[in-house]
């Protein structure tokens, strides 16, 4: 009976030293995958141009990374003519302040001109933005007016974030040797940090359109449209 107790009681004591395994790793695995986030954000501002490219190719592009994150921060609205609606000017003046060569789309064939062009101080650094398909004073993002589609193109050493929910899916793509990226579903947050790790607030935004993003040399695309992704592939694909 002594013998049958003693065995008994190591049995009792390997199930508790193995459930507290499990629980430690469960434990483990949560935090690592709150780890792939913080180390994305973190490592985007220290490493080196040459390392920072090949991080990308894991987490995302070169200047714009994904960050999965199980739920999204709450976002406080910017004032009016604040942060992403801000700039509004010319394609002309966009093009000679821009320090790089804007380009417009040239398919589909009814795009034609953009509606609206904003110039974005990115220090250092710009972002030129031309929305089509809207009325100019309801501003690129607003619900009345919406864009049909938002072209961003820039050149800047920091990087765009975007933190990515469970409900938004992001596609791998690759077109004419270009690597691109599709976001769809569920609204994402996009945030962008300068090369010295500041998180600029006023670039912050939730963004509910989808978006391709592709990099070409050293200019960074965005296009957040309403369009499926086929177009928009046509779109971006114009763009030369």
């Known amino acids: 009976m002594d013998r049958l107790a003693v065995n008994e009681g190591r049995r009792l004591l390997l199930a508790t030293r193995f459930s ?18 913080l180390i994305a954000i973190a490592l985007t501002a220290a490493l080196s141009p040459g390392a920072r490219s090949a ?3 894991f987490f995302g592009l070169k200047h714009i990374q994904v960050v999965p994150v199980d739920k999204l921060p709450v976002v406080l609205t910017p004032p009016p003519g604040f942060g ?3 700039g509004l000017t010319t394609l002309a003046d966009a093009q000679a302040m ?3 060569t804007v380009i417009t789309p040239s398919e589909p064939d009814w795009l034609g001109r953009p ?3 904003y110039l974005q101080d990115l220090e250092p650094g710009r972002q030129v933005v031309l929305v089509y398909g809207r009325r100019p004073e309801a501003g690129p993002f607003s619900k009345d007016g919406g864009a049909l ?13 975007k933190l990515s929910p469970p409900g938004t899916t992001v596609q791998e793509l690759e077109r004419d040797g270009v690597r691109m990226l599709w976001f769809e579903g569920a609204s994402h947050l996009l945030k962008y940090v300068s090369p010295d790790g500041e998180e600029r607030v006023e670039f912050e935004r939730l963004v509910d359109r989808n ?5 070409t040399g050293d200019i960074t695309y965005r296009l957040e449209t309403s369009l ?10 114009s763009v030369r």
Not at 149 to 161: D, N, S, T, W
Not at 211 to 215: G, I, K
């Open 211 to 215: 978006t391709l993003a592709w990099e």
């Open 115 to 117: 509606d609206a062009v």
């Open 84 to 86: 992403a609606v801000a």
């Open 149 to 161: 589609i938002a072209l961003f193109q820039f050149r800047a050493e920091g990087m765009f974030m």
């Open 228 to 237: 499926p992704l086929e177009e928009a592939l046509q779109v971006a694909l």
């Open 20 to 37: 507290s395994l499990l629980r430690h790793r469960a434990l483990r695995v949560a935090a690592s995958a709150a780890l792939v986030a």
């Open 55 to 57: 991080f990308a190719r």
């Open 98 to 100: 821009a320090g790089f």
